[in-house]
């Protein structure tokens, strides 16, 4: 069962750089919207909130195959323009995930003490001021645990791109493999698994830096889990 392994790994690796490139495309653009869209619906101007709350509603609501397919089959009938499949799944992979990206920035805003707007006020700190020197800092750092499950479920749907014929992981796998040893179709999911988990602890690893660097940056200290959870046993 076994002597094909390193076979098959070979074959998934080939397919791990457009799983790559689509996750990190994701990611980059789901951050741009996350903060478009969060702030977007806290702005003071109520057609700005409207747009940013339709945006979030409608591409959360909906589901991302049926997006997919919309973006990479059926916008091209209407426009006359069709995207290469990488790029049409990394704008549904962005645009979806930033919907809900768009809440967790939000809510990370909304959770700052009010203290810290008024401490801002009373330094005479323009609107600006204070939400780029005060309020962001504070709140990126509550941000970014939901955001590295964000970009861990972004990495997961990334898979989704094998049916616009993408060639990542899990066309490789599906695709590639699977036809030609279909007696071995456990093994061949398998490493897809481990390969999908390794880039997965690598996203953490590296948010988990971020997270570190931010708190520093506004004076705080990472809580570590078992000051949370107590060492005697006791919260």
Not at 70 to 79: M, N, Q, S, T, Y
């Amino acid at each position: 069962m076994f002597e094909n392994v390193s076979h098959f790994l070979v074959v998934l690796l080939q397919g791990v750089p457009a799983t790559v490139l689509a996750t990190a495309g994701g990611i980059a653009l789901c951050l741009v919207l996350s903060f478009a869209a969060g702030l977007g619906m806290l702005a003071p101007w109520r057609w700005v909130r409207v747009v940013a709350r339709i945006y979030v509603e409608v591409w959360r609501g909906t589901s991302e195959v049926v997006q997919l397919f919309w973006i990479f089959f059926a916008l091209p009938l209407l426009v006359g323009f069709e995207l290469l499949p990488l790029w049409a799944g990394v704008l549904v992979l962005g645009l979806n995930h930033g919907a809900y990206g768009g809440e967790i920035v939000r809510g990370a805003v909304q959770s700052v003490p009010r203290e810290q707007y008024e401490c801002a006020v009373a330094l005479s700190f323009s609107r600006v001021q204070r939400l780029w020197r005060v309020v962001l800092p504070q709140a990126v750092v509550e941000m970014i645990p939901p955001f590295n499950n964000l970009f861990i479920q972004l990495l997961k749907s990334s898979a989704l791109l094998s049916l616009i014929f993408v060639h990542d992981i899990t066309y490789q796998g599906r695709d590639v493999l699977e036809p030609n040893f279909s007696g071995q179709t456990a093994l061949i999911y398998l490493l897809m698994l481990a390969l999908y988990l390794v880039l997965s602890l690598l996203i953490t690893a590296v948010m988990r830096v971020w997270e570190r660097r931010a708190a520093a940056a506004v004076g705080r200290r990472p809580v570590e889990p078992e000051r949370v959870l107590g060492q005697g046993g006791a919260v």
